[in-house]
């Protein structure tokens, strides 16, 4: 049996006086690739936020590996939303991701010619490595996603975290990007995204979490992505499109 690596119970969060998340419980396996579906304003980012103490909790507990945030955060990676990061600051790609080795490092001081390696390594793996003294604010908006993955990989994290690392992408970063993941996740660790495209759901990922609010499903992907669960997960505000090999979903929010 997979050892689980994530244990959500009771969870609820707000903000301000908004309730934004209620009655979160899931488990997550070690190994999995898990897509974490829902519409705007459903809570997915509020979600990671809150299991990793960037956000309050009202109530509930998590747990990784058995243990607190605290004690088991070097285990953890995460790749916050792209947007939420200043691009404009004055510093280059392998900077960014010697960021990721901090822990290693220690605060204050230098990093070493091994640590160096190791970042510019992980440049390399995302197809970076040309850009390693590149100031990230004259990047493009893929390339900056790949920055910041390798600064996420260079971790060698168990359980990784990513918000939408796919927004805003071309075709061949989104598709180096999910050939990394399912790396990964054949390497034995553990992946959870934040994912907005309902018809790269079946491709993408083994396991969804549905959620609006609070989980509507959360399992094995050909089990759980389902017309009556995503209809229940979207407020029936969608069309089921029919096609050749499988079911695919479109959104049709306005």
């Known amino acids: ?23 979160i419980n899931f488990e997550v396996q070690a190994g999995s690739l898990t897509g974490i579906v829902g519409p705007n304003g459903a809570g997915k980012s509020t979600l990671i936020k809150t299991i990793l103490n960037l956000h309050p909790t009202l109530s509930g507990t998590v747990s990784f590996y058995g243990k607190s945030f605290k004690k088991a955060k070097k285990r953890i990676g995460y790749v916050p939303q792209r947007g939420s990061v200043d691009w404009d600051f004055p510093t280059n790609a392998l900077d960014v991701v010697l960021m990721g080795l901090y822990g290693q490092i220690g605060w204050l001081k230098w990093p ?11 440049l390399e793996k995302m197809g970076m490595a040309d850009y390693a003294f590149r100031q990230i604010s004259q990047l493009s908006g893929g390339q900056q996603q790949r920055v910041f993955l ?10 990784y975290f990513m918000d939408e690392p796919l927004v805003g992408v071309d ?18 660790k553990t992946v959870m995204v934040v994912h907005h495209d309902l018809q790269s759901v079946e491709d993408y990922f083994d396991h969804v979490l549905l959620i609006n609010k609070t989980i509507i ?13 995503v209809s229940a997960t979207y407020g029936g505000n969608m069309r089921w499109m029919k096609g050749e090999s499988s079911d695919v979903v479109h959104s049709i929010q306005q």
């Open 150 to 159: 390798a600064r996420a990989l260079v971790q060698n994290a168990d359980l």
């Open 217 to 229: 499903k959360h399992g094995e992907t050909e089990k759980v992505f389902t017309k009556d669960n």
């Open 1 to 23: 049996m997979n050892e689980t690596v994530l244990t959500v119970k009771d969870l609820a969060a707000a903000y301000r006086k908004n309730t934004v998340l209620h009655d």
């Open 171 to 188: 075709a061949a970063t989104e598709q180096a990007i999910m050939d990394i993941l399912k790396e990964l996740k054949n390497l034995g």
């Open 112 to 122: 070493t010619a091994s640590h160096k390696k190791k970042a510019y390594e992980s």
